[in-house]
């Protein structure tokens, strides 16, 4: 065909020859009729879908019929696709205009864009036509049932006529379509669009395509004009619907295989389609075709399936290829052959899948990244179409090529790149480090920094970036001369104001490098005073400092000023802060102009004082003209613009005269005046009608409404509707409230309101009938009270007329009538004669120029709209059912062809907002959380990418976010994982923006902190910033697997912000996080001010890092590091590396220091004495001392005690002693004794907040009572702590109103009153019959209230019982209430049991087991479990021995959380180690939490137990890590040796503080000691430092001798050896250290820190360094210990150091018997002879007097009870000297035994063995019994016959009674004294009685005795700790039963008895095992055995 034929598409073409011959068709035709006949079977139509099946699978024995079938359709077809292609041959358009040749969809769906090019008269013509036809109302109802009726019947045909097919369409879909599920892991692939909705096809859930149908098919067909814009860059704003198009496009792409794709492999199951359920279930419903359909679907394997697929696809696309669109001529390598060159259908057996040539790629078309870079510039078209398709491979290959990304940047259509790239997942590192290098911004000016470039180094390095701009003016002018960046100009005044130069950034301080001035001739004096001025710390620390470097300068002519510089700013490296930089130096405006101004000033002044800058520059012609002179001042004329603008827009602007006119004035000039010309603006707008009407007719303006109202002081009346009365007069309800707009732009609350109040007619019948309006309006808040009201007025709905409800868009009623608007817009007048209801908003279409097609959109609209709300009842459910299902598989193969063709159909956008409704209606009632869980788990990244972000969300978006917050703790870790990043960021906004009122549990937020940190963090790092509220939720091991994202700045920024709010475990966690990239070599080389720019995280680097920080660092950092909680290791590095580096630092900076400066070596602070700065080291010492820390005594003493002013205590002034009170204590008893009484009474309330010991408060006190009696009530409550002074005999003569308000109050200090003293207080007050109303008040001293005093009042006590249960009984106490409380009430009731408060700990066992069998319910058993749990003391043995074996009959392993660790622990081991791993694992728990049950254990038992839980969690094999540590918290400590030494080395190092404070056993010790020395931990002990002491702490005294001896003299000075005792003493004082070790554990510890000392002090000479010895002073024994001193230096003190000292020398218990011999021998050297020690005197002896011989005991005058309390407390004395003592009592009170109160005999204590039988049996048995709380606590050295004799005192009518007589309570009371009872009496015993019986009895008794007194059965009801009480002698003499009845109560287990008694075993060690010794042995003999190889 030639070219002119071609050219004009000529269709004159004969149909014969070459072409087609439409007689061969017909031939063909009737020459087929015969074999048609033979299908034409009746069975034949019902087995087509088999046939087909089978035919498309490739089978080949599929029979006759379907090869008939076959060759039919190939036949019948061929000729007619023939003809089509010859036709479409002749009909090829040219490409486009982009040489693009569009498919047949892609060419259809945009024909509309040529009827927006050209006008098409088609639409013209038919809207011309429509409002031509005469329609009167009878037509239009006629016309209305006519359509009503047509709609009815068209849709119940087109129901039945489109069921099998949509049926086939469904199941076709459903394989190729697999939909995600949860898989065995409860994981499952996030689904895409066309995935949701199938789901929700599966699962009933209501799409409501209708109109989002109508929406797309109308924007395809009759298309208005779009934006241009595919990616938005600076100017471009993208809309929202091209966004959601390519965020739906790209998962679908990127994640999920094309639909409409013919090689597919990965079709969904079988059993995953509507087909398994019709087979399954029944077939009613559904046609025989599509069972037949099923069940041949059914019997194909997965490639049969694979291949019906495959050849269906080929066939379809064949018949959509000869559309007569395109033609293959048409395209270029992309030509699909006709269907006669086809091969025939594939089989699966024989050949491979063979698929029609497709289109290439978008790689090979345009998406060739490498030929970008060689190539012309890349089209923009083309990044545009590669960036929405490839997005990762984009990323990856643009975002991630910075040499690429620039070369595209260079176009400027491509700036959208920077926002695109800031917002993936690109290495934010890398581009920060390509495109924001800001030192090339201020060295290289030839391009500017333009807004794109700005905005994006603004989002990657904000905080960084803020600072330049605010503190470096050349920046700050460098980027704001460009008037584009003034947006992005950071607010200034938050950052502290600098001057010039200060701390500048390196890269302005590039010349500045001094260690690279080689050649000196090169540095200029410019280049020298430039460094000056902006680096002057810096120049005169590295070049006026450095001699040589600076004689070097100076040798080159011209730098001779250089010397006189140096010389006069040479100072101290840190010197005074620079003072506060003055604004009014350098900010004088009166002189800037006359004079020139630096550039840089001018900055620096608008920066940090724009108010004043915008005053005397912007507002002043002639000087901002005078600085616009320099160019580099152009920024000015933008940024002064706004206030320029100020003082010309009012004329200029604001001309009210002309808005008198219909004219549109813009909204942001109204704003601005209405801002700027209040005044006028209220006279001339609010108050003009006319102007205010014209300006409100702009909906944008409606805020005037309340703005005059506020102005003006009218506003709406209350009440006053139709705008009658009050109302406002200038609102027109008819002109404002347009309610037809408020569907698409809804209105403000204001305008609302006013509609509401002034148009409520109108505003009922327009709005409470619309669902569109009511679903808008209840999507905001402020609009939700619409819904509600309408509800009350549904009257309107029906009885509005039609004029009413179908003009709403053209007519509005009112009070005063109707106003019509002018018949000047087609669209609206169709409307309104067709009558029709539309919530469409007609303003687009009436605007002038509005094309046709957007007038005939709006009018089908309002047609299909009118039409819906009219047929929407008529539809039966089934039709219904059916149109929607359509409406829904249409949409899927919609988004399906937007796949293929690569092309938008804007399908997204359209049922956007449907499928949000849909999903929220769905979930709010759905209650099958299993279904939910699939939506929010598979689908939940194809809602959010339907969602708008921030605060544009929308009610439904909110609300599918908030459900992430309802699901069950189970399910939200597997949940979330699954979900992707913008899904979680999602979520995370929403609980950032509403975490107040969602109120998720601990263990909820810590499960998704968790599953973000380890999941989605590491995928996008920048999470972490969107997650800031919740980061105190995260545990340590999800800090721990935090990414490496520690150099992102805002990621750093964050968690600096939020590290303050979290635990000290948190804080560490993030610190070794940190540490990666923190090593000591970029701390050594990092600036100065590392810590400041690095923030709160680097206070909580492990020491080993931290430790790295130079002093330099440390002092300029310093405020950083004080505002966080710093280890006290670190507190001291920190004092010794600054004030032991820098010798003359100022008052302000140890002002900074604070606290620490008390850490520092005492002699670093010494030097300063005689300086200004002494002072305020004092002052800070002073402090410390005020806070109570453990200071070194050479400290205090040198700072303060060695001043001569104390020679004289009685001069002091009382002010100056006010501020020493924090040391008196220190200056001791003789400092105390020389004060006057007035001086302490003055200084009474200083002294209150001191701890004195007993002798120093006697001082005190009986010094003020010698000038001021107790006389009146409340003056014992002033004496606050020092009450322990008081002397019992005063207490006695006290009357109770007198005692009674004091008690509370004394309760409250520690130590608290001594036993004597708390004795008679007690026995005083509750000898009063009121006593019981004096409960609150006698409350402190419950503890010690004798059960004597008690039993005679517990009637009483029941009768008031409110009190009484609230209040902190003994269990003695609470035992013997209790039995009142049964006596009163026999039956009593589980609730009155829980009733009873504190006295339920008394409950017997028999009432417990009554109270667990009448209500074993588990919420039953637990209340009881909890009640018990929560008694204030502990309980008693055989209560917790009750409860265990109670819950052995119920579900004991549910209940264990409930028992508590205090029962738990008392669990024999048999039963706990069978629990299993999550049992046990809870038990590990509530061990850990309350740790204190767990030393009351054993210490074999302690073993066992840490070991079955290392058992159960697996840890005997491998190294112990730090998790399995932690895991194990205090209990690691106690894990067998085997175990302990494999822990990890790097672990233990950054880890000492904590492993400092734990538990070691002699084991562990020697352990502890090995690892020390390990070269991976400090190495040998020689070879340490002082900072290695500094972390070792106290572990040092777990080293061996021969190694502590090693340790360089030098290290161990005074003060680093006072540190060491005072860290031991602290750790012994503390919550660990006082329940860990055993006696002989120690004393081993005491002997090592004896040998540190003697042997660095001197006093031992094996080293011939060693200094000579000291003599201690009293302040230093108080910070050791007096007994690790040698006697000689004891006794060398000064008699005034030793007397202040004999207090603490005599409390000592490891004071040896020589040592004790030769104090005493100072003592009489000071004091005389021991009959004239004075009382004071003697109550500070304490152990001492154990050197006393019995006739020097004799001569003790003991008048007083304090003196005989201090004898009666040592217990080691020996027979004769304990009746020298009572002697001496009674000799010195001038008493008989008999006439002894309660108070001596407790104050006797001990004493109390030495009264022989006769005397002991003249004890009055009241006052004794009164007494015997405390003496049965003491480890009594009594006779059997003596405590006999103590016992038959106890039975006395008056006390106990008979012994048979006593129950739990009187056992629990007495004690020790149990083991007095007689044979008899004791072989008696009961259970009950056993219970009380104390273990510490137990050994008083002998052997004999025990062996005949306790049957078997008696001591197999022994407990725990009785049964470890007996002692080896008494178990030997045992018989075998009562020895087997003894190992049944030891058994851990059943199989082999453990001895608790002594920390061994019977029959079970923790050793190996015989078994493995055996083998070992054997082993070994058979290798001895064996000939040498």
């Avoid at 065995?184 to 395509?209: A, H, P, R, Y």
């Avoid at 009922?764 to 619409?786: G, R």
């Avoid at 940190?1074 to 923030?1095: E, H, K, L, N, Y």
């Amino acid at each position: 065909m030639s070219g002119e034929t071609e050219d004009a598409r000529s269709f004159d073409t004969s149909f014969t020859g070459q072409g087609f011959d439409i007689h061969s068709y017909y031939e063909t035709l009737s020459n087929l009729s015969t074999i048609f006949e033979v299908l034409m079977r009746e069975s034949y139509m019902q087995d087509l879908p088999r046939i087909l099946v089978c035919i498309l699978s490739g089978r080949q024995d599929c029979g006759l019929e379907a090869e008939l079938t076959k060759t039919v359709s190939l036949e019948l077809v061929k000729p007619l696709l023939t003809f089509v292609s010859s036709l479409r041959s002749k009909t090829c358009t040219p490409p486009n205009n982009d040489g693009e040749s569009s498919s047949f969809l892609r060419a259809y769906f945009r024909m509309g864009d040529s009827s927006t090019a050209s006008p098409n008269g088609f639409q013209h013509s038919v809207m011309d036509a429509l409002s031509s036809l005469p329609l009167s109302a009878t037509v239009m109802n006629t016309l209305g049932d006519f359509v009503e009726a047509a709609v009815t019947y068209v849709s119940k045909f087109m129901a039945a006529l489109l069921q099998v097919p949509l049926d086939y369409l469904k199941i076709a879909l459903q394989f190729g379509i697999r939909i995600p599920s949860l898989d065995e892991k409860e994981t499952c692939e996030q689904g895409d669009l066309k995935q949701l909705i199938m789901w929700g096809l599966n699962n009933n859930v209501s799409w409501s395509f209708g109109n989002s149908i109508t929406n797309i098919l109308l924007d395809s067909l009759l298309a208005t004009e779009r934006s241009p814009c595919t990616n938005p860059g600076m100017g471009c704003q993208n809309p929202l619907d091209d966004s959601l198009q390519r965020s739906a496009r790209d998962d679908g792409l990127n994640n999920h295989d094309v639909l409409l794709k013919c090689d597919r492999r990965n079709l969904a199951r079988f059993n995953d389609t509507m087909c398994a359920a019709i087979l399954v279930g029944s077939s009613e419903g559904y046609s025989t075709s599509v069972l037949t359909l099923c069940e041949a679907l059914k019997s194909l394997n997965s490639d049969q399936l694979e291949m019906v697929w495959s050849n269906m696809c080929h066939v379809i696309q064949a018949l959509l290829s000869v559309i007569p669109v395109q033609s293959p001529e048409c395209y270029l390598d992309m030509a699909i052959p006709p269907f006669s060159e086809m091969p025939s259908l594939s089989h699966s057996s024989s050949a491979p899948h063979r698929a029609i040539r497709e289109a290439p790629n978008l790689q090979q078309l345009v998406c060739d990244y490498d030929s970008w870079l060689e190539s012309t510039p890349v089209d923009a078209g083309h990044v545009t179409v590669c960036s929405d398709n490839e997005r990762e491979e984009f990323v990856k290959r643009v975002c991630n090529d910075a040499l690429l990304m620039k070369s595209l940047l260079s176009d400027e259509k491509n700036l959208w790149l920077y926002g695109y790239c800031v917002d993936s997942p690109a290495d934010h590192d890398y581009m920060l480090s390509q495109f924001c290098v800001y030192d090339q911004w201020l060295l290289e000016h030839s391009e500017p920094v333009g807004p794109a470039l700005l905005e994006f180094c603004l989002k990657l390095d904000g905080p960084k970036l803020d600072r330049l701009i605010c503190e470096h003016t050349a920046f700050f002018v460098l980027l704001f001369s460009i008037p584009e960046n003034l947006q992005f100009m950071p607010n200034c005044t938050d950052i502290p104001l600098q001057p010039p130069g200060s701390n500048m950034d390196p890269i302005l301080l590039s010349p500045c490098r001094y260690s690279e001035w080689h050649d000196l001739t090169q540095i200029t004096i410019d280049v020298l005073s430039e460094c000056i001025r902006l680096d002057y710390g810096g120049f005169n620390q590295q070049v006026c400092a450095n001699r040589t470097f600076l004689n070097s300068l100076l040798l080159i002519q011209g730098n001779a000023w250089l010397e006189d510089h140096c010389n006069t700013s040479l100072s101290p490296l840190f010197t005074e802060p620079t003072p506060v930089f003055n604004i009014a130096g350098w900010c004088d405006y009166i002189k800037w102009e006359e004079g020139n101004v630096d550039v840089t000033v001018v900055g620096l002044c608008w920066q940090h004082d724009q108010l004043a800058f915008q005053k005397n520059v912007c507002c002043k012609a002639s000087v901002l003209n005078k600085l616009l002179e320099d160019p580099q001042n152009k920024w000015l004329s933008t940024v002064c613009t706004e206030k320029i603008e100020e003082i010309t827009v009012v004329p200029q602007m604001c001309r009210y005269s002309d808005w008198t006119r219909p004219i549109i004035v813009d909204m942001t000039e109204l704003a601005l005046c209405a801002e700027i010309d209040p005044l006028n603006f209220t006279t001339k707008v609010c108050a003009n009608r006319t102007i205010l009407e014209n300006l409100l007719a702009n909906q944008d303006n409606t805020w005037l409404m309340h703005h005059c109202a506020n102005q003006s002081g009218t506003g709406v009346s209350p009440g006053g509707g139709g705008g009658q009365g009050g109302g406002l007069v200038w609102f027109n309800p008819s002109e404002q409230c347009q309610y037809s707009t408020w569907i698409i732009s809804p209105p403000d609350p204001a305008l609302l309101t006013l509609c509401w109040e002034h148009d409520q007619a109108t505003f009922v019948s327009s709005i409470c009938p619309s669902t569109n309006h009511l679903l808008v309006l209840s999507q905001e808040p402020s609009s939700e009270w619409v819904v509600s009201m309408c509800d009350t007025y549904t009257n309107y709905t029906t009885t509005t007329t039609p004029t009413a409800t179908t003009t709403t868009n053209n007519t509005t009623n009112n009070n005063n009538g109707t106003t019509t608007e002018p018949n000047v817009c087609p669209a609206r007048n169709l409307v309104r004669q067709f009558n029709w209801t539309c919530s469409e908003d007609l303003t687009p279409a009436c605007q002038s120029g509005a094309s046709q097609n957007i007038a005939l959109q709006m009018v089908i609209r309002c047609w299909v709209e009118s039409l819906g709300s009219r047929v929407e009842n008529l539809l039966t459910y089934p039709v219904a059912t059916v149109i929607e299902q359509v409406f829904s598989t249409t949409v899927v193969i919609l988004l399906a062809l937007e796949e293929v063709e690569n092309t938008s159909l804007y399908v997204t956008n359209s049922i956007r907002l449907r499928v949000l409704a849909s999903v929220v209606r769905y979930l709010q009632g759905e209650n099958n959380f299993a279904k939910k869980r699939v939506l929010l788990q598979c689908f939940g990244s194809a809602l959010t990418s339907l969602m708008q972000t921030g605060s544009n969300m929308t009610n439904d978006e909110l609300s599918i976010i908030k459900e992430y917050f309802s699901i069950p703790l189970s399910s939200l870790r597997s949940v979330l994982s699954s979900n992707h990043v913008p899904t979680v960021r999602l979520i995370l906004q929403y609980y950032s923006r509403n975490h107040d009122q969602l109120k998720l549990s601990a263990m909820y937020l810590s499960t998704m902190v968790s599953v973000v940190l380890q999941t989605h963090v590491l995928k996008d790092p920048n999470l972490l910033t969107e997650m800031a509220p919740m980061l105190t939720a995260a545990t340590t091991s999800d800090i721990s697997a935090l990414p490496s994202v520690q150099n992102n700045i805002n990621v750093r920024e964050t968690i600096n912000s939020n590290l303050l709010n979290m635990s000290l475990d948190q804080r560490w966690a993030f610190g070794l996080w940190f540490s990666q990239v923190m090593p000591a070599s970029a701390i050594v080389s990092g600036q100065q001010s590392i810590i400041r720019d690095t923030g709160n995280l680097i206070a909580y680097l492990p020491f080993y890092n931290f430790q790295h920080l130079s002093p330099a660092q440390l002092l300029d950092g310093l405020d950083v590091l004080q505002r966080n909680i710093l280890a006290s290791l670190k507190q001291e590095f920190i004092a010794h590396s600054i004030i032991g580096t820098y010798r003359n630092l100022t008052a302000q900076q140890f002002t900074r220091l604070g606290n620490l400066s008390c850490l520092a070596d005492p002699e670093d602070l010494l030097m300063y004495k005689g300086t200004e700065v002494f002072g305020v080291i004092q002052d800070i010492v002073m402090n410390c001392t005020r806070d109570k820390l453990s200071l070194p005594s050479h400290l205090i003493s040198s700072l303060f005690l060695d001043s001569t002013e104390f020679e004289v205590p009685s001069l002091l002034p009382p002010g100056r002693l006010s501020e020493l009170a924090p040391l008196l204590p220190s200056l001791g008893v003789l400092f105390l004794q020389d004060l006057t009484p007035s001086q302490l009474f003055d200084i009474l309330p200083a002294l209150l907040s001191v701890t004195f010991s007993p002798a120093q408060a006697f001082t005190i006190v009986e010094k003020i009572l010698s000038v001021e009696k107790l006389t009146t009530p409340g003056q014992l409550q002033e004496l606050g702590q020092l009450v322990v002074g008081v002397k019992t005999e005063d207490l006695l003569a006290l009357t109770s109103d007198k005692l009674l308000p004091s008690l509370p109050a004394m309760a409250q200090h520690t130590p608290g009153l001594s036993p004597p003293q708390a004795n008679a207080v007690a026995t005083k007050l509750w000898g009063f019959k009121e006593v019981v109303g004096w409960l609150v008040k006698v409350e402190p001293l419950l503890y010690c209230t004798p059960l004597l005093s008690v039993l005679p009042r517990t009637r009483l006590l029941v009768n008031s019982f409110d009190t009484p249960s609230t209040l902190p009984w003994n269990t003695q106490q609470a035992i013997a209430i209790f039995k009142e409380v049964l006596d009163a009430n026999p039956n009593l009731s589980t609730l009155d049991f829980l009733n009873l408060g504190t006295v339920g700990q008394g409950v017997s066992c028999k009432v417990l087991q009554r109270l667990f069998r009448d209500d074993s319910a588990p919420s039953s058993v637990r209340r009881i479990l909890q009640f018990l749990r929560e008694q204030p003391g502990p309980l008693h043995t055989s209560l917790k021995k009750c409860v265990i074996e109670e819950l052995y009959q119920l579900d004991f392993y549910e209940l264990l959380e409930d028992v508590g660790a205090e029962i738990a622990l008392s669990m024999p081991v048999s039963t706990i180690k069978k629990f299993p791993v999550d049992v046990m694992d809870t038990f590990r728990m509530m061990i850990i939490e309350n740790p204190k049950f767990f030393f009351w254990q054993p210490r074999t038992k302690q073993k066992l137990l840490v070991d079955k839980i290392v058992q159960r969690k697996g840890m005997y094999t491998g190294q112990f890590t730090e998790e399995e540590f932690l895991s194990l918290g205090f209990l690691a400590s106690y894990v067998v040796d085997e175990v302990f030494i494999q822990v990890d080395r790097r672990f233990f190092v950054n880890n000492l503080n904590f492993l400092r404070g734990l538990c070691y056993c002699s084991n562990k010790i020697l352990l502890v000691a090995h690892i020390l020395q390990e070269p991976v931990v400090f190495g040998p002990v020689n070879s340490w430092n002082q900072t290695t002491l500094s972390q070792v702490d106290r572990l040092l005294f777990f080293l061996p001798v021969d190694k502590l001896q090693e340790i360089p003299m030098a290290l161990m000075t005074v003060g680093r050896i006072e540190k060491l005792f005072m860290s031991q003493q602290q750790w012994e004082l503390g919550d660990m250290g006082i329940r860990c070790l055993d006696e002989g554990e120690r004393r081993t510890l005491f002997e090592r820190q004896q040998f540190v000392l003697q042997f660095f002090l001197g006093f031992l000479k094996i080293n011939p360094l060693s200094p000579t010895p000291m003599v201690p002073t009293c302040e230093i024994l108080h910070t050791t210990l007096p007994s690790a001193w040698t006697s000689a230096s004891l006794t060398s003190m000064s008699p005034s150091a030793f007397s202040n000292c004999m207090e603490l020398i005599g409390h000592d218990l490891y004071l040896a018997s020589y040592q004790r011999i030769m104090v005493l021998q100072k003592v009489k050297e000071i004091y005389g002879t021991v009959s004239s020690f004075s009382q004071s005197v003697i109550a500070q002896l304490g152990g001492i007097a154990l050197a006393m011989s019995a006739e020097e005991l004799r001569s003790l005058r003991l008048t007083k009870r304090r003196s005989i309390a201090a004898m009666g407390a040592v217990s080691e004395w020996s027979k004769s000297q304990l009746e020298a003592l009572f002697s001496a009592v009674l000799n010195s009170t001038k008493q008989s035994p008999s006439q002894l109160d309660s108070s001596i005999l407790v104050a006797m204590g001990n004493i109390v063995c030495g009264a022989d039988v006769e005397e002991m049996n003249l004890f009055n048995a009241v006052e004794f019994s009164k007494a015997v709380l405390w003496l049965g606590q003491l480890h009594l050295t009594c006779s059997e016959k003596q405590l006999e004799v103590l016992v038959r005192l106890l039975t006395h009518p008056l006390t106990f009674g008979l012994t048979s007589s006593w129950g739990t309570d009187v056992f629990i009371e007495i004690g020790v004294l149990a083991a007095g009872l007689p044979d008899i009496d004791m072989s008696s015993l009961v259970k009950a009685q056993i219970a009380g019986f104390a273990p510490e009895a137990f050994p008083l008794i002998p052997s004999d005795k025990f062996k005949a007194v306790f049957d078997q059965t008696q001591i197999g009801m022994f407990s725990y700790e009785q049964a470890a009480a007996v002692t080896k002698k008494q178990l030997d003499v045992l018989s075998p039963l009562q020895k087997r009845a003894l190992d049944m109560v030891l058994t851990p287990w059943e199989d082999r008895p453990v001895d608790f008694r002594a920390g061994k075993s019977l029959g079970l060690a923790l050793s190996h095992s015989p078994l493995c010794l055996m083998l070992g042995l054997l082993i070994l003999l058979i290798v001895l055995s064996c000939p040498c190889t």
